[in-house]
């Protein structure tokens, strides 16, 4: 059974999210629904990251099992007719080892936030970024947003309805940066928990705005209490952009120690599959 790595971009705004959920539309069911159409099949496809309602994605990853074995450019192509028209777009499709999973295969991933920084109403943009009229400091945030940096218990930053097992994450990157009216933060992580990305946005508009600094992020941070946290960033903002891998050779690695565990009936039918 071939498995398909597939690289998707997606409006946020139509949808409940990307996982499916009963009768609500959702960028997973729409991806789901062009394969029934293409070749008949009802697979459960897997994704990297659980974006939530309104969030969008330049670069998800998404692996899907079907049970012939077509050219990865056949799939890419019948997708994209089938997704239409929902704004539901897939950007590269490759065939990948059956050890691959999009979700726990992931090594990193990156998020890009938007702040739409200007007075104005929005018009073209409405949707696509979070609209703060106040003039923000970028700088300030940056500087800020440096002390996220590194491994850390992020409760502050975490949703109270978090499922992870743990509030540990280990920060790898943050920038703040400025783009004529556009104000962006980028952070990298091997994992998020939820809503951590929008919780510390929100808090660094605080400094942006010049009503907290840098040691009052510190402060927020150590004090491991939701309550520390600043007002939540709006989904509309929030972009996944990236998602790292493994080396081929390092996923088949760790596909051969996942079939170790397995009783040897059931390892020797995974084998012999591929």
């Not at 998404?62 to 994209?80: E, G, M, Q």
């Not at 097992?165 to 998020?192: D, G, H, I």
């Not at 998602?243 to 009783?263: N, Q």
């Amino acid at each position: 059974m071939p498995r398909y790595k597939v690289t998707v971009e997606y409006d946020g705004r139509p949808f409940y999210g990307w996982q499916r959920q009963g009768i609500e539309p959702t960028v997973q069911g729409v991806i789901e629904r062009a394969i029934k159409a293409f070749c008949g099949e009802t697979v459960t496809i897997g994704g990297a990251g659980r974006t939530d309602s309104g969030v969008h994605a330049t670069g998800q990853v998404a692996h899907i099992d079907l049970a012939k074995d077509w050219p990865a450019k056949t799939v890419k192509n019948a997708l994209n007719f089938h997704c239409q028209p929902d704004p539901v777009v897939i950007m590269d499709c490759e065939k990948a080892g059956i050890g691959f999973d999009s979700r726990f295969s992931a090594i990193r991933r990156h998020y890009r936030y938007r702040i739409i920084n200007r007075p104005e109403p929005l018009t073209f943009d409405h949707g696509l970024g979070w609209h703060v009229k106040p003039v923000l400091d970028a700088d300030a945030m940056h500087e800020a947003s440096q002390v996220l940096i590194g491994h850390h218990d992020f409760t502050t930053f975490r949703h109270s309805k978090c499922q992870a097992k743990s509030p540990w994450k280990t920060m790898e990157r943050m920038a703040v940066y400025r783009r004529e009216e556009n104000v962006f933060l980028e952070c990298s992580s091997r994992s998020f928990l939820h809503n951590q990305v929008r919780s510390m946005v929100g808090t660094l508009r605080l400094v942006g705005e010049g009503r907290w600094n840098k040691e009052d992020v510190r402060a927020a941070l150590a004090a491991c209490d939701r309550a520390a946290c600043g007002p939540v960033a709006v989904p509309e903002g929030l972009y996944l952009t990236q998602v790292d891998y493994r080396s081929a050779e390092e996923d088949a690695a760790s596909f051969h120690d996942y079939l170790e565990t397995l009783p040897a009936d059931e390892r020797a039918e995974r084998e012999a599959k591929g």
